[in-house]
Every structure is written in C-alpha cells, then in structure tokens.
C-alpha cells in the first residue's frame, strides 16, 4: 500500500541523541543526537542538556536506489528506530535529556516529540499522534502510525515485510556548495538585483551608532504567541539592520539552538528572527513558518533584506520542503547561519549552481 511523505529539508543527520547542525534549539556534538533502535510492519503517509546515546546500524539501501528501514514490535506496537530514519533521510537531531525531547530537521527543528507521550510539535504547531513515541535504553522509537502525520510533506515511503521501505527522490541532488549541477546553470535560475531598490549601495541609511543595541535582546525574544508575528510589511532601516547582523558573523551555529542570550549560538531559523527583532518585526521561530509571511518576490528581483529560503538536498527527501533560511545583503550575497561550508553566522555567494538549484522562494518582509 503505498502512501506518500515528504521529509524536510537540507543537511546531514545525526540520530544519536545529541547532534548539531541546522535551524532550531539546542544543539550538542556534532556527532551525536536521537536515542535509538529498530522497530516492525505498517503503512501510512504521510536551560536544556544535551546527551549521547548509543546508535544502531543505519537502513540497507537496495539496488534500485531505495532505502530500508527495519520495523520492530514493541508492546504489539509498530515502532522505527529514530537514529536511523534520521540518518536514511540526512536529517539533523538533537536530544534534550531534562525534557526527554527529541529534536529532527534541517537547518533549524522542524519536528519535537517527547517520549512516553503521544505529544509532538510540527513546524511550530502542536500535534497528537495515536501511538506514544518511545525510549528503550539509549534508543528513540517513532511509532510506525505517526510518521505520516509526522513527515507526510517529506518522504515517500511504504511498509513492506516487516520493513520501511523509503523511496528515493526522482533526481539525484547536487549536496555540496562546490559541485557542479548543470541544472544551476541555466539562464532562467540566474539570480538578479532589483535596480530600483532603495538600500541599493553599502552606504545608505547604514548608520551603526543608530542601531539597536543588545540590551534589548530579552526583548526581542519575549514573544512566542503566533498572534502577535507581524503580518505586514514594515518599513525600516535596511542597511542598519544588514549591518547589525554583520556584527554577528563567526557566531557558531548550533542545531535546535534556544535564544541567542542565553546559548550564544544561532540556527538558520533563530538568526534572522534574532536581526529582524532588532528591528521590531517579528518572525515565528521555523524557516518553513517564516517562509509563510510577506510578499513573494521573483529571483531576478531581489532586494537587500529579502528572506531566501532553500531546500536542503537529500537522496530521500522531497525537493520541495523549506530547510534553510538566510538574508539577502545584495550583490549576491546573502547572510545567513549555516553549519556550512563554514560553522556558524557567514557570508555566502549564492551567484553558484548549489543555491541556483535549492532555491524555493523570496520573501520581502520589510522595506
């Protein structure tokens, strides 16, 4: 019985209960993130500290490029281990033992499930799944019945024999920054400025002595009631508040990370709500949420301070999922937080085949 899923977005997956990498919260060693284990057969679409656990094998990929991902009964419940669907669909993760949390995305976490519970956050909304998600020793378990209600934007996949069959994407992804992709170098993915943009210029209007400072940062992370993100464009100082996200560059990037006052680290998602707070506009704290909001703007007519949003490639994931944000600064360049190519907040030239190709969409938020 097949059924589809997608799986956001970008990046490389850490199952152990403790990883880093992407947009979220807090984030541990790089090499370790989601508890885990192996779990068995059903069908469906569809002030933190951070912890290591031990991690199982990873899926079996068949000849015909497909993934397997064993299925394991646990209490005549279907369950598969975290670790391995995690690294199967090159996700990032990250474990939060005080909250037995388990934290899965790209670039920043777009899925939270609490274990011993059926109680899970999706791109910033509450879920409930029928089945509890669970924790066998130093192993996380996704109940079989909740991955499409979980990943049904991200992966397509049935159940067969006892296993998880995941079907590979259609084309195989360009996956680093540097590689060659001939379908980045056509005419019509070809990035262009907007010659009427008003902050066109490194000079206009950036003033740094009249930018906010970071006393105001408790402020700036006051607010997680949706309601109050704002929903119209604002009008500010776009050169001041390029300068001031400058002010963060080498600032470590750090998966699933919690508010920059406290961690002293950004994701992809927490760095430009973090500069545009500064600026008194308010974004919710996913990419794929903040992908929601403003007004659409063409490839060929970006302005300094468009939001960009990217995929991130993965062999078994959907090519259509938000999984990076960064700002545009002009001249294309674009200012985001990143475990890569460099760790942490950076500089990057998108003039290259990788972000032509993973590109989805501008956002203008402000002007």
Request: aromatic share 8%.
């Amino acid at each position: 019985m097949w059924k589809r899923l997608k799986v956001a977005a970008i990046g490389s997956i850490v199952v152990m209960m403790a990883t880093t990498t992407a947009c979220g919260r807090d984030n541990v060693s790089p090499d370790n993130a989601a508890p885990t284990q192996n779990p068995t057969a059903q069908s469906g679409t569809g002030n933190m500290q951070s912890q290591s656990l031990s991690q199982p094998g990873q899926g079996t990929t068949l000849g015909n490029g497909d993934a397997v991902v064993p299925i394991k009964a646990i209490n005549n419940v279907n369950y598969v281990a975290a670790r391995e669907l995690i690294e199967t669909l090159n996700f990032q993760s990250n474990w939060e033992e005080g909250n037995q949390k388990l934290l899965i995305g790209d670039y920043d976490a777009n899925y939270e499930v609490t274990m011993n519970s059926t109680k899970a956050m999706k791109d910033g909304s509450e879920i409930r799944v029928s089945q509890p998600f669970i924790k066998e020793g130093d192993t996380a378990y996704l109940p079989v019945s909740a991955l499409a209600d979980l990943f049904q934007e991200d992966m397509s996949y049935e159940v067969q024999n006892g296993q998880l069959l995941i079907h590979a994407a259609p084309v195989a992804p360009i996956e680093r920054e540097d590689d060659n992709d001939p379908r980045g170098n056509t005419v019509e993915l070809e990035f262009g400025d907007d010659p009427t943009d008003p902050f066109k210029g490194e000079g206009s209007g950036a003033n740094p002595a009249s930018m906010p400072q970071d006393g105001d940062d408790l402020e700036v992370w006051a607010s997680t009631n949706q309601e109050e993100i704002m929903p119209v464009l604002k009008n500010i100082n776009i050169n001041a508040m390029i300068n001031k996200g400058k002010q963060y560059l080498g600032v470590k990037y750090k998966f699933g990370t919690g508010p920059y006052p406290q961690t002293g680290k950004f994701d992809c998602s927490t760095f430009t709500q973090y500069v545009f707070g500064k600026y008194g506009i308010k974004l919710p704290r996913i990419a794929r949420q903040q992908a929601a909001h403003g007004n659409l703007v063409s490839r060929k007519s970006l302005r300094k301070g468009d939001l960009m949003f990217f995929y991130v490639p993965g062999r078994f994931k959907t090519n259509k999922t938000v999984g990076h944000v960064g700002i545009y600064i002009g001249n294309m360049q674009m200012l985001h937080a990143s475990p890569k190519p460099k760790n942490g907040v950076q500089i990057t030239n998108i003039n290259k085949a990788y972000w032509k190709s993973t590109f989805l969409r501008a956002k203008r938020i402000a002007y």
